[in-house]
Nanobody, 115 residues
Framework: QLQASGGGLLQPGGSLRLSCAAS????????MGWYRQAPGKRRELVAT???????TYGDTVKGRFTISRDNAKNTVYLQMNSLKPEDTARYYC???????????WGEGTQVTVSS
């Protein structure tokens, strides 16, 4: 119900844009965003955005990543710039519906940063 796209393999310093679209059965989404998980590590916050536009970023991506959202399309984007090898992880799309206390996770898209 959350379909992410845009992952890939690229060199350090490069840029990539991830997209995540929620299916039509999911609406009135309060928070959409991204988490990531690298092998052997815990899942961590990348960025989230509320339906009102409030953003939250993980400390390691501040100033390099930008989250945006199209509420009409139920889609969230993540623009990633100045990518580093430590950004290598599987990126998971996230949606939270406050009224129903429901959380949705996408299957994830792999981002690999390597020279």
């Amino acid at each position: 119900q959350l379909q992410a796209s845009g992952g890939g393999l690229l060199q350090p310093g490069g840029s990539l844009r991830l997209s995540c679209a929620a299916s039509g059965s999911i609406f009135n989404i309060d928070v959409m965003g991204w988490y990531r998980q690298a092998p052997g590590k815990r899942r961590e916050l990348v960025a989230t955005m509320t339906s009102g536009g409030k953003t939250t970023y993980g400390d390691t991506v501040k100033g390099r990543f930008t989250i945006s959202r199209d509420n009409a399309k139920n889609t969230v984007y993540l623009q990633m710039n100045s990518l580093k090898p430590e950004d290598t992880a599987r990126y998971y799309c996230y949606a939270f519906l406050k009224s129903y206390a429901l959380v949705y996770w996408g299957e994830g898209t792999q981002v690999t940063v390597s020279s």
